[in-house]
T-cell receptor, first 114, second 114 residues
Framework: AQSVSQHNHHVILSEAASLELGCNYSYGGTVNLFWYVQYPGQHLQLLLKYFSGDPLVKGIKGFEAEFIKSKFSFNLRKPSVQWSDTAEYFCAVIPNTGFQKLVFGTGTRLLVSP | SQTIHQWPATLVQPVGSPLSLECTVEGTSNPNLYWYRQAAGRGLQLLFYSVGIGQISSEVPQNLSASRPQDRQFILSSKKLLLSDSGFYLC?????????????FGPGTRLTVL
């Protein structure tokens, strides 16, 4: 069965600092990859996704993620964080064949101080 | 556009009491439906999923059950709540049985069992 590891459970940054959140998955086949974000008091919402094509994907609010197949990684990045990026971030993986279940990482809580 | 509703938003119940959480989806037909529990530091745990009316798959043995009486309605239930059932319950939907579909989440229900 597939699994997802998020290495950072809590991250604290100052505004304008750069962000990189790690995500690694274990699955031998083709997968689709997602980053979801949950802002305080809000729904879990999709930040970005990778299905195929360019391994560098851009999402909302200036976030991007790079799929490195050889490393089974899908790290999330943002060059300059804002206070409003304070949220919990979840990486998720789903195999690309047949009906499969989305598997989530344990999440990373990001706190951006003004 | 599609929307997903969950109610109640918060619930406080005594140990041993029954539970019924409801999720409904609007704006789509024959969705796949999911119940997750979100616990701090553990990410999202898939509890149940359904690919059609009356079809329920359980992911983990527990004190909870799910039902899908209508195409766009998904209910999470318990006959007798345990303290360990406390948590944040999320409903989600996706479309298609082909692989790799993203999921869309509801606002969640915060359940506290005392």
């Amino acid at each position: 069965a597939q699994s997802v590891s998020q290495h950072n459970h809590h991250v604290i940054l100052s505004e304008a600092a750069s962000l990189e959140l790690g995500c690694n998955y274990s699955y031998g086949g083709t997968v689709n990859l997602f980053w979801y974000v949950q802002y305080p008091g809000q729904h879990l919402q999709l930040l970005l996704k990778y299905f195929s094509g360019d391994p560098l994907v851009k999402g909302i609010k200036g976030f991007e993620a790079e799929f490195i197949k050889s490393k089974f990684s899908f790290n999330l990045r943002k060059p300059s964080v804002q206070w409003s990026d304070t949220a919990e971030y979840f990486c998720a993986v789903i195999p690309n064949t047949g009906f499969q279940k989305l598997v989530f990482g344990t999440g990373t809580r990001l706190l951006v101080s003004p | 556009s599609q929307t997903i509703h969950q109610w109640p938003a918060t619930l406080v119940q005594p140990v041993g009491s029954p539970l019924s959480l409801e999720c409904t989806v609007e704006g789509t037909s024959n969705p796949n439906l999911y119940w997750y529990r979100q616990a701090a530091g553990r990410g999202l745990q898939l509890l149940f999923y359904s690919v059609g009316i009356g079809q329920i798959s359980s992911e983990v043995p527990q004190n909870l059950s799910a039902s899908r009486p209508q195409d766009r309605q998904f209910i999470l239930s318990s006959k007798k709540l345990l303290l360990s059932d406390s948590g944040f319950y999320l409903c989600a939907w996706s479309v298609g049985l082909a692989g790799g579909r993203e999921q869309f989440f509801g606002p969640g229900t915060r359940l506290t069992v005392l």
